[in-house]
């Protein structure tokens, strides 16, 4: 599920992904209740809102390699919450995805 306030046009290439499709038009609430469900969350660069959902989550969390909140990343062993930074052929990423 993609929550995005980007043109769909913009998406296009991501949404033609398989299981991919874009979140209904709903409040930024309902948006970030529902994306704080999900069992792995992609943060968009820079983006304070999907901070938030993913704040809010359990999720395995995967964050843009340079980001602006780079020093916010951890893994917490207790809730066993994960944040991963990410960059293209990670491999980190590609082993915790497997796991998730």
Known sequence: MVFSD???????ELLALNNVSLAPE???????????????IFLSQSSSFSYWGAFLSEALVVIPENDWQERLAYDDNETGRKEIKWSPNHQTLNNSLAEA
């Open 6 to 12: 980007a043109e769909t046009s913009e998406l296009s």
């Open 26 to 40: 709903q409040s930024d609430l309902l948006d970030l209740i529902q994306m704080s469900k999900s069992r792995i």
